[in-house]
């Protein structure tokens, strides 16, 4: 299957300009399928420049954020607002305690 979807991956890249764009965007599409990424990544308070708009194609294209932190509740808020991790239309749930079985209940 790999073989197959680079075949295809290496003819559109080998096409000129405006072609090649739709072509690779289109390859890519067949592997973008049925994908469960896994990551994380460190934000601090001051954004480099595209992250907002980034994080803002991904939960467009339905890929679920979580946002776990450390900071003061309302400092988390702020940054995440600035980079569209959430917007006012979300529901928010805050699990804020330094006891595990106080955030169990909570969870529950």
Do not use: C, H
Request: proline share 2%.
């Amino acid at each position: 299957e790999f073989l197959n979807w680079k075949e295809k991956y290496d003819s559109a890249a080998s096409l000129p300009g405006a072609q090649r764009s739709q072509a690779l965007a289109d390859v890519a599409e067949i592997v973008e399928r049925n994908v469960e990424l896994v990551g994380a990544s460190a934000i601090e308070d001051e954004l480099q420049e595209g992250v907002p708009d980034t994080i803002e194609t991904l939960r467009n294209a339905g890929i679920r954020i979580w946002v776990a932190t450390g900071d003061k509740v309302e400092t988390a808020i702020n940054i995440s607002l600035a980079a569209r991790l959430i917007d006012s239309s979300m529901m928010q749930v805050k699990l804020v305690d330094s006891n595990k079985d106080t955030l169990m209940n909570q969870i529950q």
